[in-house]
């Protein structure tokens, strides 16, 4: 059974940074990807950033390029999102979610982290 626990939300100013982590247990072959997602309230849920494991590739949307940055610690089993230059429209919900391989279908979610970026 695949879990994923997420952390670091909270409410922070525009202009401030947060990091945000997904802590994976189940799921530790080197072939998965890991994505981040969000939700804001009224609209659908989004994509955000994802990184394909093992060769650390990773794919932004156009909205957080060059302002969020997508790690992950091996050792850790553990994927960030450091947000930095925060808008309120970053507002939502956050999700991490796990695939098995790349262009596979996201099957494990987290339960998902608020972001609240006041102005």
């Known amino acids: 059974q695949v879990q994923l626990v997420e952390s670091g939300g909270g409410l922070v100013q525009a202009g401030g940074s947060l990091r945000l982590s997904c802590a994976a247990s189940g799921r530790t072959v080197s072939s998965y990807m890991v994505g981040w997602f969000r939700q804001a309230p009224g609209k659908e849920r989004e994509f955000v950033a994802d990184?394909?494991?093992?060769?650390?590739?990773?794919n932004y949307a156009a909205s957080v390029k060059g302002r969020f940055t997508i790690s992950r610690d091996n050792a850790k089993n553990t994927a960030y999102l450091q947000m930095n230059s925060l808008k309120p429209e970053d507002t939502a919900i956050y999700y991490c979610a796990t695939a098995p391989r790349f262009g596979a279908t996201y099957d494990y979610w987290g339960q998902g982290t608020q972001v609240t970026v006041s102005s």
């Open positions: 990184i394909r494991w093992s060769a650390g590739i990773k």
